[in-house]
């Protein structure tokens, strides 16, 4: 059965380092979403891209958050620099087109030190 | 933005027993979905409701869409060990974001 694969499942980074996380949709997906979710809460949406584009990032920290999907196929986050509030699980959901069900991955669990 | 109330917070219940769980809004909406999430992993949808006052079943689990299209509740019937994890109800704000709940995180003790 086709999965959303994020890499890698784990990250420890020190604050003011730089972070990337990496995100390969369900093939044929053009629909992709990048959620934080913080411990006990539910996910929340950072960035939507319908194929290579931004489609909303309003809730995106662009300060210090950057997301790309220079191919319309697989995506990164980054993060430059790292701040201990960023402490968090980052989901990658993706959806054959938006209004279909959203498949998310095992996300990545990042912790800043 | 929208208020969505997930409840309750937590349950602890023994194998067997029945599970009820609900989300309310003052917001309206046209779709609602349910996602149980297990440790380390990103959630998986059970149910998607897409009409006021529908409801639908999906082996034990038992969704209904409220008819003032601000609520949803899901129940769970014979809970089993495996029925542990957080669950999210996350109804569509418009034609391709979801928000989600809070979640209910459910332990199941033999």
């Known amino acids: 059965e086709a999965e959303v694969a994020q890499s890698p499942r784990y990250k420890i980074t020190e604050k003011s380092q730089a972070v990337a996380f990496w995100c390969d949709p369900i093939?044929?997906?053009?629909?992709l979403y990048w959620y934080r979710q913080i411990l006990g809460q539910g996910p929340e949406l950072l960035v939507q891209?319908?194929?290579?584009?931004?489609?909303?990032d309003s809730q995106l920290p662009k300060d210090r958050f950057s997301a790309e999907r220079l191919k319309g196929v697989d995506s990164t986050l980054k993060i430059q620099p790292a701040e201990l509030g960023d402490s968090a699980m980052y989901l990658c959901?993706?959806?054959?087109?938006?209004?279909?069900?959203?498949?998310f991955g095992p996300g990545t669990r990042l912790l800043v030190l | 933005g929208q208020q969505l109330n997930q409840s309750p917070q937590s349950m602890f219940i023994q194998e067997g027993e029945d599970v009820s769980m609900n989300c309310t809004s003052s917001?309206?909406?046209?779709?609602w979905l349910w996602y149980k999430q297990e440790p380390g992993e990103g959630p998986v949808l059970l149910i998607a409701?897409?009409?006021?006052?529908e409801l639908t079943s999906n082996g034990r689990l038992t969704a209904q869409f409220g008819i003032t299209r601000k609520d949803s509740f899901l129940n769970i019937s014979a809970s089993i060990p495996s029925d542990v994890g957080i669950y999210f109800c996350?109804?569509?704000?418009?034609?391709?974001?979801?928000?989600f709940g809070t979640g209910t995180r459910l332990q199941v003790f033999p």
């Open positions: 996350a109804p569509r704000v418009n034609t391709d974001k979801l928000i």
């Open positions: 409701l897409y009409k006021a006052g």
């Open positions: 917001s309206i909406f046209n779709t």
């Open positions: 959901a993706s959806s054959l087109r938006g209004i279909e069900t959203q498949y």
């Open positions: 093939s044929g997906h053009a629909t």
């Open positions: 891209f319908q194929d290579e584009s931004v489609v909303d």
